[in-house]
């Protein structure tokens, strides 16, 4: 016997005040004595006014003993009084739904969340109807979809709104989760109940020391075959422009060895096919070779049935990879051909001086050694300027100069360190707020950048010159000018088919964090984590993610579902399935309605044993005046 909305201390003290009111109410009674007279003709007042004395006994302690108690079941009733054990009045459960892409897959015609939720709503209809509880969506992160509710039809709507999600579930965090909203809502005695399979993330199993002492599953019956599609890689060969690597991870996750088809095609036309053979819990890797330079759709799928259809289907979408146009305008073409056919990835087109044209149709202009009419509306590079009339200040021309320093904060000069050059002619340029210096010789500006649309960079030196031809570094800074002005033509690109959740990417060892950017579909930045050669980021949900380092960007195409890689077998003592049944039929009885009954009853009993006014009536008629003092009779005081 447990008081529901006060404390035991709370009831003796508004019990003790309310009866300590009624006692002071006969006490204190201060009424005189009536007295008949016929007349007041030989009344003598009193010469000095009558003592008021306190009544030192209770007249009728019945009446008083009949109201006290009244008042106090009374009160009892607004405390609500129950019947039974307080640590079973009311439990919070915190409801476990697996929601992760495993869920998905399908045993027979029934997909296993559907199970799941037949069995988590016919376990909430077993519980008592004061028992609260809170539905959490597990799957890479817990989600509660509910508060503690005791309404069990807004509990039941949520668990059948719920749907599948992409990602893999972190059975642990769900666990970890359930006990502390427990904890915060200061509640004990509920269980952490589970429904769903017990596939999950590999590093995220539950402990067995650290399970919830209330845990009860509520599994489902997992398909026993299922092989999928983990990786799908396709890559740009740097020494040729138009083939293309594929490289295709399957993973087998049922119990028995697998036979898988495999086929690939490009723009539905076929690339390659294999049949893998892989081992229970194994992997295996295919790898194609193909060539085209137009965009289109690679599709790579599996022919199999088995539990979960959604793994057996990847897509990357392949954009068109056009070439950098190049328009050379020079008098001797032979010398920068060689490092305009370095790259595949460079069209250049070879014109003379004459030929030049303000609406020149090319990504990046080349003006070797003269002054153009008008500046050109392209990205240009100048080549040793004519000091009349050049874009950049010239302070001198035609002068020898040894290399001094190189700027590498700038990507231009990024991984150049040669400072044993030495130039017979340089023009050198005059420093200027405007541009950013590259590179500087002993008597100034050699190379000098300007970062304003259009992008312009100017050469001191020509890089075909005979005394450059087989210095390491001309090549190198040939590429690194043409990679600034266009960086998105010439980027490095390469596209990975991957299944939502952390992924994991490589890039080049020591590159600069401030040089990396992780987007996603909306550009907006992505948080990441770098590891010696390899960067890891989390998405929870599907669709692209684009890592940029350097002139290398990598395309994530998160479409694949991420399946646990490994399955929980939870201890004996873990409780499973229903419990018994309950129903409505609560452990608790609640004592409220009879203990108001009984004390409205006593206060009315007292009432009309003691607090009555009986009056006579006027010819057998009872008065407004006498129904007005029978009205107030309750609240008057026993005399």
Do not use: C
């Not at 004061?130 to 309404?151: C, K």
């Not at 075909?464 to 980027?491: C, D, H, S, Y």
Request: proline share 8%; hydrophobic share 45%; aromatic share 8%.
């Amino acid at each position: 016997m447990f008081f529901f909305n006060l404390t035991l201390g709370e009831f003796a003290l508004l019990w003790s005040a309310v009866s300590g009111a009624a006692l002071a109410l006969y006490l204190l009674d201060r009424s005189r004595k009536k007295i008949k007279v016929a007349t007041m003709r030989f009344w003598k007042p009193s010469e000095r006014p009558p003592e008021a004395k306190h009544r030192k006994k209770i007249q009728q302690p019945w009446s008083l003993i009949m109201q006290i108690l009244g008042m106090g079941l009374l009160l009892a009733a607004v405390a609500q009084l129950r019947l039974g054990s307080p640590d079973r009045s009311s439990r919070d459960h915190v409801l476990l739904l697996d929601t992760s892409a495993w869920m998905a897959a399908r045993e027979g015609q029934r997909a296993l969340i559907d199970e799941a939720k037949v069995n988590a709503i016919r376990w909430l209809r077993s519980l008592p109807n004061a028992d609260r509880v809170m539905l959490v969506r597990a799957d890479a992160m817990p989600t509660p979809a509910t508060v503690f509710e005791t309404n069990r039809q807004a509990v039941e709507m949520a668990i059948l709104q719920t749907k599948p999600g992409a990602s893999a579930l972190h059975f642990q965090a769900a666990l970890d989760f359930a006990r502390r909203m427990q904890r915060q809502h200061g509640q004990s005695g509920g269980e952490v109940v589970f429904a769903g399979g017990t596939r999950g993330h590999a590093l995220d199993m539950p402990n067995e020391a650290a399970l919830p002492p209330t845990l009860r599953l509520l599994p489902v019956k997992e398909p026993a075959r299922n092989v999928g599609i983990r990786r799908f890689n396709v890559r740009r060969q740097p020494q040729q422009a138009q083939r293309w690597e594929v490289f295709i991870s399957v993973r087998n996750d049922g119990r028995a060895p697998e036979t898988v088809p495999l086929m690939v095609t490009f723009g539905n036309a076929p690339i390659g096919s294999s049949v893998l053979k892989i081992a229970p819990g194994g992997e295996e890797t295919a790898r194609y070779e193909f060539e085209t330079k137009a965009a289109g759709w690679m599709e790579a799928r599996l022919q199999v049935r088995d539990g979960l259809a959604e793994d057996n289907r990847a897509l990357i979408e392949i954009p068109e990879q056009k070439p950098v146009r190049v328009a050379v305008f020079t008098r001797e073409p032979g010398l920068l051909q060689p490092l305009m056919k370095a790259t595949p990835r460079i069209n250049a087109q070879f014109a003379p001086p004459e030929a030049y044209k303000l609406d020149t149709d090319a990504d990046i202009i080349v003006i070797d050694r003269f002054r153009p009419p008008a500046k050109p509306v392209r990205s240009a590079l100048y080549i040793e300027p004519p000091a009349d009339g050049a874009p950049l200040a010239v302070a001198k021309s035609g002068v020898a100069s040894k290399m001094k320093a190189w700027r590498v904060e700038h990507p231009i000069a990024a991984g150049l360190r040669t400072l044993d050059l030495r130039l017979d002619r340089t023009t050198i340029f005059t420093s200027s707020p405007n541009v950013e210096t590259v590179a500087e010789a002993d008597n100034g500006v050699l190379i000098a950048a300007s970062p304003a649309q259009p992008r312009a960079v100017y050469l001191g030196f020509h890089p075909g010159a005979q005394t450059l031809k087989f210095e390491l570094a001309i090549p190198l800074l040939t590429a690194n000018i043409f990679e600034w002005m266009a960086p998105e033509v010439l980027r490095r690109l390469e596209w990975n088919g991957e299944s939502v959740g952390t992924v994991k990417t490589a890039i080049e060892p020591r590159t600069d964090t401030a040089t990396i950017q992780v987007l996603d579909e909306q550009n907006q930045p992505l948080p990441f984590s770098t590891s010696d050669s390899t960067l890891q980021f989390y998405s929870g949900a599907r669709g692209l993610v684009r890592v940029r380092t350097g002139s290398r960007e990598t395309v994530h195409s998160l479409s694949l579902p991420e399946v646990g890689e490994a399955v929980w077998e939870p201890p004996a003592r873990v409780r499973r399935g229903f419990g018994r049944a309950s129903g409505s039929d609560s452990p608790i009885r609640e004592l409220w309605p009879w203990l108001a009954l009984f004390g409205a009853a006593l206060l009315f009993a007292e009432w009309w044993m003691f607090g009555r006014l009986r009056l006579p009536t006027h010819g057998g008629v009872i008065t407004p005046i006498d129904m007005l003092r029978r009205v107030v009779a309750p609240f008057r005081k026993a005399s």
